[in-house]
Structure formats: C-alpha cells, structure tokens
C-alpha cells in the first residue's frame, strides 16, 4: 500500500473524468467521482446502474478514459459480476494479457444502491466479488426530479414526501443504514466518504486496493436542484455533513469499524438544515422545533453510542 | 471422444450442446422444469469435465445481466431459465440484445402464473418475440442439443451478432428420454470455432464505452433498426450454417419442418414438443382419406415469411393450433401468419385454435375437430372465430373439482 497522502496537493493532476458532462452544475456526486477515479487509475470499467450518471455518457461521446457499460437500475453488481469473470476467465485461458486487465467498479445512487438493487448488491457481496461500489447519495431519486428513496432522511422534503398541513414534516422515515447492511456482509473493505474531504476519500482508496473482494464506498453527494441550494456552495454542505456528525466519515475493515475524522467539536444539525430548501419547511412559517430536536438527538444518539 | 448414442432428456441434451459448444461462462439461477440442465453441467464443472466458469445469481435479472456483460466482455456464455425467471429477467432481455452480444439461453417453456403451474405453454417465451433475441424452438431432444451449436454459431456471426433463446417444453420434452446422437467434439469444433469478438469487449489498452445512452429519435431509432435488420439477416444466415450443419452432422435443420406438407390440401401449424401428438393426428386423418400435413415452426426470430408462404401455397385450409393464449385477441401467432400471407393473391382459410395451455393434453378428437372444422371452412368459405379447445370429460372433471373447492355455481 502506497503511504497515505497527507493534502490535496499530493493527489494526482491527471483526470480520468473529464469536464463536458451534462450533470447539473455543484453536482457533488460528480465531484466525488472525478476523486475516486484520481484514486482508481485509467485502467476501469465502470458498470452504471439507471440514475444521475447514466447521462455522463451520451452516444457518441464519453467523459471517461476509462471503459463503461450501462446496465439498468437493479442489477449494476450483476454486471460487475459478469465482466470480472469474463476478465478473470480470459486471462486464466491466456485469450488476454494480465496487462489489460480492469478493475471493475459498480456506479450507483441511492435508489440503486438502498432500494431496487438492494438484492443484487448483496448477491456480489456474498460471492465476495472483486469489485469496488461507489454510491453517490444524494438521498433521494435525483434523476427523476427528487423522491423518496429509502436514503432520505427524517424531516427531508421530496416530490413523494411534501410537506403539508396533515404532514408538516415531509418524510416520517429515517434513512436506511446502507453501511450496517452491507457490513453485515463482511467486506474486506467499507467506507463512507465525502467530495469535501478529498484526501480523507484518496486514501480510503489506496487503503482498499490492498484486498481482494467487495471495496465500497458511500458518498454523501449535494444535490443543489434536489436540495434546493446554490451551486457553489455544494462542498460547504458536504463540509458541514461531516462537521455537525450527520454525515460520519468511517471505515470497516472486515467488519471493524473506525471512524476516519471525528470533528473537535460538533456543530448544531440546525447549520446544515437552514440552509437547505429541503429542511426549509422546519423553519418557516413555523419552526418545527420538535422535529429539529429530534434530528439533533438522533446525529447525539450516534456519537453517543461510537463512545465520543 | 467419437460420437455417441445414449438416452438423453430434452435437459441433458441442452447441458450436452453447451458442453459440446466448450462455453467459458455459466451465470445460472434455478427454476423448475430447467434446474436438471445448471446441475448437469455444474456436476461436469466440478469433475473437471469441463472448463467453464460457473456463478449462481441472486435472481434471473442479475443472470441475464451477469451474461450478458461478460458476452461483451469477450466469453462464450450460457443460461438458462424458464417461465416466471424468463419474466423476472424481462427488461435485461431487450438491453442484452442492444448490447449486440451472442448470448445463448436455453428456455423450459412452463406456464405463466396466476394460476401457477409447471407444465408448459408458451405464454412465457412468446413474451420474448419482440426483444432482439433470435428463437428456436425444438420438438425432440436431439433438436435441442443441435440447435444449440447452430445458436452459438449464429449468434457469433459478425452479420448477425445477437442473442439467441432455444426453447423446449418443460416435463414433455425436458424430463423425456429420447435416443440422441452426441456428436465428435472434433466436429463440433470445425464447426463452431472458437469466439473472439471483434466488435466489443473491455480491456485496458482500448477503452470502450458499450451500452451507453442515446438523445433523440434518430439515434435510438437507427439501433433499432440495426438490430431488426440483423435479426432478418438471421434468415439467410440461419440457412447457410444449417446447411454446413447437415454436411458435417447429416441432420437437416429448416426454418420450418413440413410433415406430410407436399400434396397437402389442409395444414396444421403447430411448434414444440406438441407437434409430435399433431403429427400422429395427421397420420391417422391421411389413412381416412383426409390430404393433410403439418407445418412445424422451428425458426420464430426471425420470422421465415417466404418460407411460411411457400410452404402453405395452394392449400384450401390452414388452421394455427396456439399453445398460448393472447388474453383479449387469442392466439399469438395466429395475426403473425395471416398477416404473412394476407397480400397474397391466392390465399387459403385460415383457422384459429387454442390448445394444450398449461401442458392439457390434445386429444385425438380434439385434432379431428380442428380437421373438420378446416374442411368445413373451405367448403362453405367461413372461417369460425377463434375456438378454445377443451374436451367434454375435462369440462366434467373440472365441474367435480369445483365443487369440492366449493363453488355452487
């Protein structure tokens, strides 16, 4: 393992994902992609589920040095599966030098990823498939204009969950616990990450290239359209993700769980909510200062029970 | 190994094709009545009597997918699947046939739910005829052992480059023993040479992006349209390398099979492992006199229009027996005949029946019913509407047991 990099200077110049992509301007899952692929090198194939970035590839043009095979919404692992053993059988059987080999990472967002291929990810996971998983989370169905998916957090407003007057709230559920279901799968290695902290994310990378088997990563991505936020300040919400604890940023090796950059001190959730269109609803016309609170206690509940 | 003769089901005659076809790749998924073909060739893998890879997926959608991505990866893959699984995997079918790969899979027809069962019909790979795959469907053992070997060599062909399904009724012929040849490996091998793509696969010296979006009509609609013309070339191909099938293995294989067809005055079209009870019914209606014959459809996609048309040319009557039911219209394949020969100048009558769903028998007095009925038809020039095969004991049967599931009326 390459020693880790200690700034942002030190990650790679080189871009495997070049600008030209239609993805909505502050994308933050674009911007944690063009990182992971710093990290990951030329030499990929990514196997796109249906969301935001099947549109980075429009026919007949791709941002991409690297290769890329769209599959459909459910299945991206099964895909992966099918090109790693290809790979895996035409090298063993000399058709192709060890050379041109690929390391085959699945690209999905939260939809894929929590709900519709929920199956086929663990499926891979079970078969200790050699892959890597990047899930761009921007808690909800992006690419369709922003619904409930099962990464939505409590109190998020989506064209599913409207806030209203039997419904103030928005969402009544919590997000689903990716990383604890996929944990629960014993990967070699697990780790969540964030466009705002680059070097944090380049050397979850490196670290992961050590094992052979599933290497995933879930990123909390901004979404301005979805948010409802500027552009420009995509990576301050994703700083202030991981400064107020929403957003814990960790890793399991084999199951064991580390967290990689614990704040000094934690910020109020209500930073990181007032800003948002999609909290906007807990602060005018009338301040839902019981769901605020909640939200508090559940990111308290957390750290609480990390031992911080 | 020289070639041989031994008692096969229609299951182990397909696991014998893919063996023959020495596949690099198996993604599999069980589902009755196709599990026997996965086993047997898993039991082979594991005593290292073949050098294949084999993965179990997580449903018939990831398998579909896990084949297809690895046909475009550059391996010679195979699956198979049945019924429910063929539908769960629905959307992959029409991607993997974008994708331009030669996948080859192997369907046990069965009957699609609700009410589930296991017997067949061919609802389920019917479902399938607009999706870019190719079809064979086979009536006897050896057809599928050796349609599996003209599939891969014509899915591989640079002119054609799609997938291709074969199909078999599940338990009438996958669970049936029936005499089949295996052919000499050394002949196979002349006859299907190994694949190397050169139109897709991912390696680091050359990136490709396969499978990507298109923006606008004109783009979607020109693959499309690449994918149908391949599909149509399919014809000639298909003729071509069952031609060098025959040379080498001494089967003929045709688009179609007539039976007792050349001098026929009425013909019965049927597919499948049922046209083995059609062509007993048309043996025993020549003894009494009757000119008839029947046309079996073996080459679905595409669709052997020409062939169709000569095959039928001046008959009186031709009646489609559909061991499917197209809920709302009637048989599926019934409108894909008549619009075949419907400019036609000289066109016979044409009947529509629909028999044997859920694997029912056919009886031999349902067969004459459907003779009459074709003579009738050309004597007085009326067709009748669709008809639903059923017998009168099976009606009192069912009667019974609707009592005991306690219905009063």
Same mark, same amino acid.
């Given at each position: 393992?390459?020693?880790?990099?200690?700034?942002?200077?030190?990650?790679?110049?080189?871009?495997?994902?070049?600008?030209?992509?239609?993805?909505?301007?502050?994308?933050?899952? =674009?911007?944690? *992609?063009?990182?992971?692929?710093?990290?990951?090198?030329?030499?990929?194939?990514?196997?796109?589920?249906?969301?935001?970035?099947?549109?980075?590839?429009?026919?007949?043009?791709?941002?991409?040095?690297?290769?890329?095979?769209?599959?459909?919404?459910?299945?991206?692992?099964?895909?992966?599966?099918?090109?790693?053993?290809?790979?895996?059988?035409?090298?063993?059987?000399?058709?192709?030098?060890?050379?041109?080999?690929?390391?085959?990472?699945? =690209?999905?967002?939260?939809?894929?990823?929590?709900?519709?291929?929920?199956?086929?990810?663990?499926?891979?996971?079970?078969?200790?498939?050699?892959?890597?998983?990047?899930?761009?989370?921007?808690?909800?169905?992006?690419?369709?204009?922003?619904?409930?998916?099962?990464?939505?957090?409590?109190?998020?407003?989506?064209?599913?969950?409207?806030?209203?007057?039997?419904?103030?709230?928005?969402? *009544?559920?919590?997000?689903?616990?990716?990383?604890?279901?996929?944990?629960?799968?014993?990967?070699?290695? =697990?780790?969540?990450?964030?466009?705002?902290?680059?070097?944090?994310?380049?050397?979850?990378?490196?670290?992961?290239?050590?094992?052979?088997?599933?290497? *995933?990563?879930?990123?909390?991505?901004?979404?301005?359209?979805?948010?409802?936020?500027?552009?420009?300040?995509?990576?301050?919400?994703?700083?202030?993700?991981?400064?107020?604890?929403?957003?814990?940023?960790?890793?399991?090796?084999?199951?064991?769980?580390?967290?990689?950059?614990?704040?000094?001190?934690?910020?109020?959730?209500?930073?990181?909510?007032?800003?948002?269109?999609?909290?906007?609803?807990?602060?005018?016309?009338?301040?839902?200062?019981?769901?605020?609170?909640?939200?508090?206690?559940?990111?308290?509940?957390?750290?609480?029970?990390?031992?911080? | 190994?020289?070639?041989?003769?031994?008692?096969?089901?229609?299951?182990?005659?397909?696991?014998?094709?893919?063996?023959?076809? /020495?596949?690099?790749?198996?993604?599999?998924?069980?589902?009755?009545?196709?599990?026997?073909?996965? /086993?047997?060739?898993?039991?082979?893998?594991?005593?290292?009597?073949?050098?294949?890879?084999?993965?179990?997926?997580?449903?018939?959608?990831?398998?579909?997918?896990?084949?297809?991505?690895?046909?475009?990866?550059?391996?010679?893959?195979?699956?198979?699947?049945?019924?429910?699984?063929?539908?769960?995997?629905?959307?992959?079918?029409?991607?993997?046939?974008?994708?331009?790969?030669?996948?080859?899979?192997?369907?046990?027809?069965?009957?699609?739910?609700?009410?589930?069962?296991?017997?067949?019909?061919?609802?389920?790979?019917?479902?399938?005829?607009?999706?870019?795959?190719?079809?064979?469907?086979?009536?006897?053992?050896?057809?599928?052992?050796?349609?599996?070997?003209?599939?891969?060599?014509?899915?591989?062909?640079?002119?054609?480059?799609?997938?291709?399904?074969?199909?078999?009724?599940?338990?009438?012929?996958?669970?049936?023993?029936?005499?089949?040849?295996?052919?000499?490996?050394?002949?196979?091998?002349?006859?299907?040479?190994?694949?190397?793509?050169?139109?897709?696969?991912?390696?680091?010296?050359?990136?490709?992006?396969?499978?990507?979006?298109?923006?606008?009509?004109?783009?979607?609609?020109?693959?499309?349209?690449?994918?149908?013309?391949?599909?149509?070339?399919?014809?000639?191909?298909?003729?071509?390398?069952?031609? /060098?099938?025959?040379?080498?293995?001494?089967?003929?294989?045709?688009?179609?099979?007539?039976?007792?067809?050349?001098?026929? /005055?009425?013909?019965?079209?049927?597919?499948?492992?049922?046209?083995?009870?059609?062509?007993?019914?048309?043996?025993?209606?020549?003894?009494?006199?009757?000119?008839?014959?029947?046309?079996?459809?073996?080459?679905?996609?595409?669709?052997?229009?020409?062939?169709?048309?000569?095959?039928?040319?001046?008959?009186?009557?031709?009646?489609?027996?559909?061991?499917?039911?197209?809920?709302?219209?009637?048989?599926?394949?019934?409108?894909?005949?008549?619009?075949?020969?419907?400019?036609?100048?000289?066109?016979?009558?044409?009947?529509?029946?629909?028999?044997?769903?859920?694997?029912?028998?056919?009886?031999?007095?349902?067969?004459?019913?459907?003779?009459?009925?074709?003579?009738?038809?050309?004597?007085?020039?009326?067709?009748?509407?669709?008809?639903?095969?059923?017998?009168?004991?099976?009606?009192?049967?069912?009667?019974?047991?609707?009592?005991?599931?306690?219905?009063?009326?």
């Amino acid at each position: 393992m390459d020693t880790p990099v200690k700034s942002i200077k030190d990650i790679p110049l080189d871009e495997i994902l070049l600008p030209g992509t239609p993805a909505c301007a502050g994308c933050g899952g =674009l911007l944690t *992609l063009r990182h992971c692929l710093k990290a990951l090198g030329e030499n990929t194939v990514i196997v796109n589920a249906a969301g935001c970035f099947t549109l980075l590839s429009i026919y007949p043009f791709t941002p991409f040095m690297s290769s890329w095979l769209y599959t459909a919404m459910a299945c991206a692992p099964a895909g992966a599966q099918g090109v790693r053993d290809a790979l895996d059988i035409l090298i063993k059987k000399g058709r192709l030098g060890s050379e041109e080999d690929l390391k085959v990472v699945v =690209l999905t967002g939260d939809g894929a990823a929590y709900d519709i291929g929920l199956a086929s990810t663990s499926g891979a996971l079970y078969r200790n498939l050699d892959f890597y998983y990047i899930c761009y989370d921007n808690e909800a169905y992006g690419n369709t204009g922003f619904q409930w998916s099962g990464a939505t957090p409590f109190a998020s407003k989506t064209g599913t969950t409207p806030p209203g007057k039997t419904v103030p709230t928005g969402t *009544l559920t919590n997000k689903k616990n990716l990383f604890e279901i996929w944990r629960s799968h014993k990967p070699p290695y =697990l780790a969540t990450i964030s466009p705002a902290h680059p070097v944090d994310l380049y050397n979850k990378f490196k670290k992961a290239e050590q094992y052979k088997g599933p290497k *995933l990563f879930i990123a909390l991505s901004p979404c301005p359209p979805g948010w409802a936020t500027d552009p420009s300040h995509s990576v301050n919400f994703a700083k202030l993700a991981v400064d107020t604890g929403i957003w814990a940023l960790k890793e399991a090796i084999l199951g064991d769980v580390k967290h990689t950059l614990i704040p000094r001190k934690f910020k109020p959730v209500e930073n990181y909510l007032k800003e948002q269109g999609r909290f906007a609803h807990l602060f005018k016309p009338i301040r839902q200062e019981e769901t605020i609170r909640k939200i508090q206690e559940m990111v308290d509940e957390y750290w609480k029970e990390v031992g911080i | 190994m020289g070639k041989m003769r031994e008692m096969l089901t229609g299951n182990s005659a397909a696991a014998w094709g893919v063996r023959l076809a /020495e596949i690099d790749y198996i993604p599999a998924y069980p589902i009755t009545p196709q599990t026997e073909i996965i /086993e047997t060739l898993a039991k082979w893998i594991s005593d290292g009597v073949m050098d294949t890879r084999m993965v179990t997926m997580d449903s018939e959608h990831s398998m579909i997918t896990a084949a297809g991505a690895a046909s475009a990866t550059g391996v010679r893959t195979f699956t198979a699947t049945s019924s429910q699984g063929l539908l769960y995997g629905f959307e992959m079918l029409y991607t993997v046939a974008g994708w331009r790969v030669p996948l080859v899979m192997v369907n046990v027809s069965r009957g699609l739910s609700a009410p589930i069962t296991l017997e067949p019909d061919h609802n389920d790979i019917l479902s399938a005829r607009d999706s870019g795959f190719l079809q064979i469907h086979c009536e006897t053992c050896q057809e599928v052992l050796d349609s599996i070997l003209i599939a891969y060599r014509l899915a591989e062909d640079e002119r054609i480059l799609l997938p291709i399904l074969v199909n078999m009724d599940g338990f009438h012929l996958s669970f049936t023993r029936e005499p089949v040849e295996i052919p000499d490996m050394e002949d196979v091998r002349r006859f299907l040479p190994p694949y190397s793509p050169k139109h897709a696969f991912f390696k680091a010296s050359q990136p490709m992006a396969q499978g990507i979006a298109v923006l606008g009509g004109p783009i979607y609609s020109y693959f499309k349209y690449q994918i149908h013309l391949a599909c149509m070339k399919g014809l000639e191909v298909y003729k071509e390398i069952s031609k /060098e099938f025959e040379n080498i293995f001494g089967r003929r294989y045709d688009t179609l099979e007539g039976y007792m067809t050349d001098d026929a /005055e009425y013909i019965l079209i049927m597919s499948n492992s049922f046209s083995t009870l059609g062509k007993a019914a048309v043996k025993r209606a020549r003894e009494r006199g009757i000119k008839i014959g029947l046309l079996k459809l073996r080459l679905l996609r595409p669709f052997p229009e020409e062939d169709l048309k000569n095959a039928i040319k001046g008959c009186k009557a031709v009646a489609v027996l559909d061991q499917n039911i197209g809920i709302g219209k009637g048989g599926i394949l019934y409108p894909e005949i008549t619009s075949a020969i419907y400019n036609e100048q000289k066109r016979p009558m044409l009947l529509s029946f629909i028999g044997g769903l859920g694997g029912k028998n056919i009886s031999e007095s349902e067969f004459d019913f459907i003779f009459d009925n074709m003579i009738k038809a050309a004597e007085t020039g009326n067709a009748p509407p669709p008809q639903l095969l059923y017998t009168e004991t099976e009606w009192n049967e069912m009667e019974k047991l609707k009592k005991m599931a306690g219905r009063r009326y």
